[in-house]
């Protein structure tokens, strides 16, 4: 079975500051990895996913996650805070095959000026 | 915007109803996944339809059940709503086939409250 652990349920940086938003799964099989971020009163939005393909994987909005086999993580990272990433992040795994995502408790992203 | 549609945004009942949920994925997604929510129990899979049939069940209670019409759009039961039912509902969809890198797009979420 897949799990994803998120380390923090609240995070805060000052803006310009540098964000890193931890994520470990757990996984028998190879997995698929997807960051998702949800703005207040919105759905769930893609910010990156890992397949396979490339270790360090770089999303929307200046966000980029390193894919860490010997450590399965694969933590969520931007070289420097702005207002406006403030929102709930969510990592999820999904195993091969037809399985859902299995997500992360989320982590609250605050942003101090 | 995702391209996926839910109706309604808000919802507010009672306990003992039954409400539907309806979602519509993004043109020429076969895949339907219903997700909650909810504080406590944070974000659960619930249930996934590709292309009419059902592919996978998750935390679902028996009180609820979906389908999915020819039109690909989905529909989630909730019965017999209890307090506890108040949550966020979503709806994912994603691409054509069953791969495991497809990545989902969700819904703007039902927001359902029961009192």
């Known amino acids: 079975a897949q799990s994803v652990t998120q380390l923090g349920s609240h995070v805060s940086v000052s803006e310009g500051a540098l964000v890193l938003l931890r994520c470990n799964y757990s996984?028998?099989?190879?997995?698929?990895l997807f960051w998702y971020v949800q703005y207040p009163n919105q759905g769930l939005q893609l910010l990156l996913k890992?397949?396979?393909?490339?270790?360090l994987v770089k999303g929307i909005n200046g966000f980029e996650a390193e894919f860490k086999k010997s450590e399965t993580s694969f933590h969520l990272t931007k070289p420097s805070a702005h207002m406006s990433d403030a929102a709930e992040y969510f990592c999820a795994v999904r195993a091969s095959g037809n399985t859902p995502l299995v997500f992360g408790k989320g982590t609250r992203l605050s942003v101090i000026a | 915007d995702s391209g996926v549609t839910q109706t309604p945004k808000h919802l507010i009942t009672a306990t003992g109803q039954r409400v539907t949920l309806r979602c519509s994925p993004r043109s020429g997604d076969l895949s339907v996944y219903w997700y909650q929510q909810s504080l406590d129990q944070g974000l659960q899979f619930l249930i996934h339809?590709?292309?009419?049939?059902?592919?996978a069940k998750g935390n679902i209670l028996e009180r609820f059940s979906a389908q999915q019409f020819p039109d690909l759009h989905s529909e989630l039961n909730l019965s017999s709503l209890e307090l506890g039912d108040s949550a966020l509902y979503f709806c994912?969809?994603?691409?054509?086939?069953?791969?495991?890198?497809?990545?989902?797009?969700f819904g703007p979420g039902t927001r359902l409250t029961v009192t």
């Open positions: 339809y590709y292309n009419g049939e059902e592919r």
């Open positions: 994912a969809s994603s691409p054509k086939g069953t791969g495991s890198s497809y990545e989902q797009y």
């Open positions: 996984s028998s099989v190879p997995p698929y």
């Open positions: 890992y397949t396979s393909a490339a270790t």
